[in-house]
Structures are given as structure tokens and as C-alpha cells.
């Protein structure tokens, strides 16, 4: 199967720059995968698909305001890092710029001094680890420096942080938010428990990895990115019950469909489990715990426009896709959503 094979033409003013004002008033392709058939809803709709001993599962990873500014010591020329993976003993694996100014030993200031980094080594593929030096706690300090690390297709400024967040995150370590959970609010969440839908939690966290393109012809020969994830006990419970019981998986983005894949056994019983994931779903993947996705609009030949392909079938896919662009729904990060069911 070829990386091709999953394009789509998308115009460039349907990439939504900002969140809209309500988050559970985005708009809701709910698809069948069935037959194909879609329908055009909004995502405060949701709760009409889902019934009783249901559980929803969904990925609480925080994301990091992981992107700091800063000036190269001595002389003051401008620097980026991003911090990627905590490596411990304050060491962070980061993207820099300038790369070429940032050899080992190279260090660099961010808030006045109030943070000081310094590159130890240089990876394969063009990463840093980065040591850092400062006074307190790290994950305040860096939430007084730090920004958000949008995705490369926003352009405009992020007016309020926590919107890059879901209303359930509580681990820290993301470097992009798990973009599905972003149109949930603590009063649809509280409806859906009243309703009898379970929910669960697991961690995945996000690296930029997700946004790297499908370089190859042939989508086999990718190389697909590692992530850390972890499935609690109480969450592999959660769903070998809702399995036993008749109910239905139903997963929240992406990263919460990796990971409760990923740990799976073959005959579909949850186990809990922590560790790196690099699992490609793609056409031809056979689910083994997953019934139901809800997903936002994904990129052009992408390995997550792919894992949807898996689940609904391409055929069927591009032809909600095509749909959704010719509805102008908003696609990507900050963009509407769909049901695959």
C-alpha cells in the first residue's frame, strides 16, 4: 500500500488557527463503518451514540509549555529549544535552533538566567541532550518561561494556554496535545457518567513524531516514532469488564487507541502495562479491544489518516473526508471532530 494512496486535497483556509469559543460545539461527522453512511452533527451530540456499559477511554497526558526562548552564552545570539523526553538528572533530549550554534558545551539562558541549559551530547538525527541548571522546582520554572508547542500548521498566537489542553489532563510530559479530548467539558463528561458510560485513563505522550511525514512510497517502510505510555489497573479492569459485559471500547484520539492496542493480548484481554510503544496501525490491522473512535480531521498521507483508514476503510475515509471539505468542517489540532462507529 502506498503513501499516496492516502492523500487528500485540503485547502489551506480550512486549517483552523484557533479554538472556537464553546469547545463542545464543534462540529461532528459521525460515520459508520460499516455501510459508509455519515451524518453531520456536533460533538455535544455524542452522548446519542454511546449507551449504558459503554467505556470511553481517554489519554489524561499534560501537555508541557515545552518551547523556550533564550539567548546563547557568551554574546547573546537568539536560540530555540524544545524539550522532547525527560532524560532525568535535569537532562532533557530537545530540538534546538540554531543547530549549528548549539555544539556541545554550548549554553544558553532563558529568563534573565533564571534557567540555564547546556548541550552534553549530540544524537543521531540531529537532538541534544540538554542539562539544565535553575533555583526550585523545574516544571514551575518552566511554566513561567515556556511556551506552548503548537503544531508547525498554526501560524497565529495561543491566546490561552489551558485551550491546548484537555479539561482531564493531569500528567505532564506531552509535546503536542492528544487533539480529540479537546472538545470534552467537565459537564458532557459528568452526562455521560450519568447516562452509564464508564470512563477510563490512560497515558500517552505526545511527541512531535506525529507530526513527521510518510517519506517513503511504500507506508510499510516507515519508521514509525516511540511514545510512552501506560495503562493503570483500573483501566485494563475497566475495559476486559465492558468486554465481557457486551459494551463497547469507544477511544478518544489516537493515542488512546495506540496504547490500549498496543498492550492488548491477542484475544483481546487488557493487561496493565507502561513502556514505549512505536505500533503502525494501517490497512490490514485487525483490532483487537477497540470498537469506537473519536478522532479529529488528520493530515494528507499521514500514519494517523492511515489508523483511521484501518478502522473505517480507506475507500470510505477519504470519502467522509471529502465530504467534510466540501461541508467545510475545520480540520487538524483546533479543528472538528468525527465519530467512526
Not at 288 to 312: C, G, Q, R, W, Y
Request: net charge negative.
Amino acid at each position: 500500500m502506498r503513501t499516496k494512496d492516502f492523500y487528500f486535497d485540503l485547502p489551506e483556509e480550512l486549517i483552523a488557527q484557533t479554538p472556537i469559543a464553546q469547545r463542545d460545539a464543534s462540529r461532528l461527522l459521525v460515520l459508520n463503518k460499516e455501510n459508509g453512511a455519515w451524518e453531520h452533527k456536533h460533538f455535544f451530540d455524542l452522548p446519542g451514540y454511546l449507551r449504558a456499559g459503554d467505556c470511553l477511554i481517554l489519554n489524561n497526558s499534560r501537555v508541557l509549555p515545552a518551547r523556550l526562548l533564550g539567548r546563547r552564552l557568551p554574546g547573546g545570539g537568539a536560540c530555540e529549544v524544545l524539550l522532547l523526553i525527560d532524560r532525568g538528572e535535569n537532562t532533557w533530549e530537545c530540538l534546538v535552533r540554531p543547530g549549528k550554534k548549539m555544539r556541545v558545551g554550548a549554553r544558553v539562558s532563558f529568563g534573565d538566567g533564571e534557567l540555564i541549559g547546556e548541550v552534553v551530547e549530540e544524537l543521531p538525527g540531529g537532538n541534544r541532550l540538554v542539562k539544565f541548571s535553575y533555583e526550585g522546582i523545574f516544571l514551575e520554572v518552566l511554566d513561567r518561561l515556556g511556551k506552548m508547542p503548537l503544531p508547525p500548521y498554526i501560524k497565529a498566537e495561543l491566546q490561552d494556554r489551558e485551550r491546548y489542553q484537555t479539561v482531564y489532563s493531569k500528567v505532564n510530559g506531552s509535546a503536542a496535545a492528544p487533539t480529540a479530548g479537546l472538545h470534552f467539558t467537565p459537564e458532557l463528561l459528568t452526562q455521560l457518567k450519568e447516562m452509564g458510560v464508564n470512563i477510563g485513563y490512560v497515558t500517552l505522550h505526545v511527541g512531535l513524531g506525529t507530526f513527521r511525514p510518510v517519506k517513503e512510497d511504500e507506508i510499510t517502510d516507515h519508521e514509525m516514532h516511540s511514545e510512552y505510555c501506560v495503562i493503570p489497573q483500573e483501566t485494563a479492569d475497566l475495559i476486559n469488564e465492558t468486554k465481557c459485559n457486551g459494551g463497547r471500547v469507544v477511544c478518544v484520539g489516537t493515542t488512546s487507541c495506540r496504547t490500549i492496542e498496543s498492550w492488548a493480548g491477542e484475544d483481546g484481554t487488557m493487561r496493565a502495562s507502561a513502556g514505549w510503544t512505536n505500533i503502525f496501525i494501517y490497512p490490514g490491522y485487525r483490532f483487537k479491544v477497540l470498537d469506537a473512535l473519536v478522532t479529529n480531521f488528520h493530515l494528507p498521507e499521514s500514519t494517523l489518516i492511515m489508523l483511521v483508514s484501518a478502522l473505517a476503510g480507506r475507500e470510505q475515509t477519504l470519502a467522509a473526508y471529502e465530504e467534510a471539505v466540501k461541508e467545510r468542517y475545520r480540520f487538524f489540532s483546533f479543528g472538528d471532530a468525527m465519530f467512526i462507529h
